[in-house]
Structure formats: C-alpha cells, structure tokens
C-alpha cells in the first residue's frame, strides 16, 4: 500500500471516528490538549474521548515528514486501534504499511516474529515472480537471482526463492542450456559464442544432452550456417570480407570459422560482379 492510499484510509477513519462519537467530535474540535499528547500517542495512552484528536496530530505529522512518516502512521493507527473497538492495523492494511503488525489480542508482534515473517513472505513472494517468468519461457537461475536483486527483492528471499524453484524443478539449468543451444544455432549463432553465453550464466555447455556431437558444430557445418547467416544479412562496408570476418565473430563464431566463411562468401560476392 503507497503512503497515499494509507494516508487516505487513515483521513476515512477520522471522518469515522469524528461522525460516530460526539465525545470524540468534541475532542477534535479541541485538538485534544490534555492527557494525550503526542508523545503518549506513541506510547498507545490515548483515552477514547480524546483519540480522534491524538490520532489528528499523529496523522498530521506523519503528513508533514517523510523521514518519521511510518513511525507516525503506526502510532496513529495505534491511537485508532483504541478509539474504535475491533479496528486492526493488520485487517486494515495498515500494519503492513507502517511495518508494525497487531497481533490477535491488539499487542505488538515482537520484532524477531515480525521479522521472521517478513522475510519469509518476500521469499514467497519472489517464488511466485519466479513462477510467473517460468510459465512464460525456460530461466536461468543466476539470471532469475540478478533479476530478484534489481526488483529490490533481500538476496536472502532471493536465494531461498530461487533454491526452491530448482528443488522442485521449476527451474533447471540443464534443460534452460537445451532450449538455449536449439535456439541459438536456428538463429546462425556459433558455438563458440553460444559456450560464452552459458558460460556467462554459470552454466556448463557439457550439461546439454549430446553436446557437441549431436549437434551441428563442427567445422564444416559452422562454416556452412555463418555462410547461411551472410546471405540473409549482407555486409555492406567497403571492404566485405573484413566486414564479413568481423560480423561473424560477433555471431559467435570462432576465428577459423569466421575467417573461411569470410573468404569463401567474398569470393563468391566477386565472382557474381
């Protein structure tokens, strides 16, 4: 929930608490100067005749600062929690804004629960993201860890979120470098930069099933798709066969590759002038 959705709930249970109780219309109206201050605000003193007030002052400075803002959420949803019988920071998505859940009785969570808690619910949470990319195509894990940590996920929930996808299956390398391997080479990419690419992932290329002699990537064939591969996407530079080396090392290919493909497909270029 962002501060303004907060913000806006807490501003619906003024207007609850001020058009609900006369005693608390008229502590409003008298900003509450008494037994509840601000400081007993934050020590959950506030009296019920006096809490719409107290919870006005905790509401407006938590509008006015950014630095204490959940801090003077938590203790304006703490004031509320005892002007409104029922009224639960947790059921009214307050405690998870504030980062001070209730528990059953209307206490504090102690700090250790409420961090063991969080932290296991960002780790479910980024199971489930991890679950949403798996369905759409096969991942990587150290590209789904990478990903977790640029989406502001703890490398804690990240790492158990991520050991559990392979536990289970949801993610396998192996299989990621299969899909990977078939992929690359129908695209005209060579072996060598292939290997690099997996390499890069901390992925073995030994882990594919047959790799590399059940696969087109010997010296003969790599020379036949960079060929394939110049036909479709002709360099256009001055001097082609530099062009051609050079765009072949690119794709992947190896120098001895790139350099007789380069040469046989220059050549043919000529002849056709």
Request: proline share 4%; charged share 30%; aromatic share 4%.
């Given at each position: 929930m962002s501060d303004a959705e907060v913000k806006a709930r807490l501003?619906?249970?003024?207007?609850?608490?001020?058009?609900?109780?006369p005693a608390c219309k008229d502590s409003a109206s008298r900003g509450a100067v008494g037994p509840c201050r601000e400081a007993e605000v934050s020590e959950g003193s506030c009296a019920p005749d006096e809490g719409a007030g107290a919870f006005r002052r905790a509401f407006r400075r938590a509008s006015r600062s950014s630095c204490t803002g959940a801090r003077a959420l938590r203790d304006a949803a703490d004031c509320l929690g005892r002007v409104v019988p029922g009224f639960s920071q947790e059921d009214d998505g307050l405690g998870a804004a504030a980062g001070s859940p209730a528990d059953s009785s209307g206490?504090?969570?102690?700090?250790?629960?409420?961090t063991g808690a969080s932290a296991a619910d960002e780790a479910e949470r980024a199971f489930r993201k991890i679950e949403r990319l798996a369905l759409a195509r096969e991942q990587a894990s150290a590209a789904l860890r990478a990903r977790l940590a640029r989406e502001g996920f703890a490398p804690e929930a990240a790492s158990a979120a991520v050991d559990r996808a392979l536990s289970c299956g949801l993610v396998d390398d192996a299989r990621y470098a299969e899909v990977l391997v078939r992929s690359r080479l129908s695209q005209g990419r060579g072996a060598q930069g292939i290997a690099a690419e997996l390499d890069a992932l901390g992925i073995d290329a030994s882990v594919v099933p047959g790799w590399p002699e059940e696969f087109a990537v010997d010296h003969e064939s790599e020379v036949e798709r960079a060929l394939a591969l110049l036909d479709r996407k002709p360099p256009r530079a001055k001097n082609r066969r530099d062009a051609a080396f050079r765009r072949l090392v690119q794709k992947g290919f190896g120098a001895s590759v790139a350099s007789t493909a380069a040469r046989v497909w220059s050549e043919g270029e000529e002849c056709q002038c």
């Amino acid at each position: 929930m962002s501060d303004a959705e907060v913000k806006a709930r807490l501003r619906a249970q003024i207007a609850a608490i001020e058009g609900s109780s006369p005693a608390c219309k008229d502590s409003a109206s008298r900003g509450a100067v008494g037994p509840c201050r601000e400081a007993e605000v934050s020590e959950g003193s506030c009296a019920p005749d006096e809490g719409a007030g107290a919870f006005r002052r905790a509401f407006r400075r938590a509008s006015r600062s950014s630095c204490t803002g959940a801090r003077a959420l938590r203790d304006a949803a703490d004031c509320l929690g005892r002007v409104v019988p029922g009224f639960s920071q947790e059921d009214d998505g307050l405690g998870a804004a504030a980062g001070s859940p209730a528990d059953s009785s209307g206490g504090r969570v102690p700090l250790a629960a409420r961090t063991g808690a969080s932290a296991a619910d960002e780790a479910e949470r980024a199971f489930r993201k991890i679950e949403r990319l798996a369905l759409a195509r096969e991942q990587a894990s150290a590209a789904l860890r990478a990903r977790l940590a640029r989406e502001g996920f703890a490398p804690e929930a990240a790492s158990a979120a991520v050991d559990r996808a392979l536990s289970c299956g949801l993610v396998d390398d192996a299989r990621y470098a299969e899909v990977l391997v078939r992929s690359r080479l129908s695209q005209g990419r060579g072996a060598q930069g292939i290997a690099a690419e997996l390499d890069a992932l901390g992925i073995d290329a030994s882990v594919v099933p047959g790799w590399p002699e059940e696969f087109a990537v010997d010296h003969e064939s790599e020379v036949e798709r960079a060929l394939a591969l110049l036909d479709r996407k002709p360099p256009r530079a001055k001097n082609r066969r530099d062009a051609a080396f050079r765009r072949l090392v690119q794709k992947g290919f190896g120098a001895s590759v790139a350099s007789t493909a380069a040469r046989v497909w220059s050549e043919g270029e000529e002849c056709q002038c």
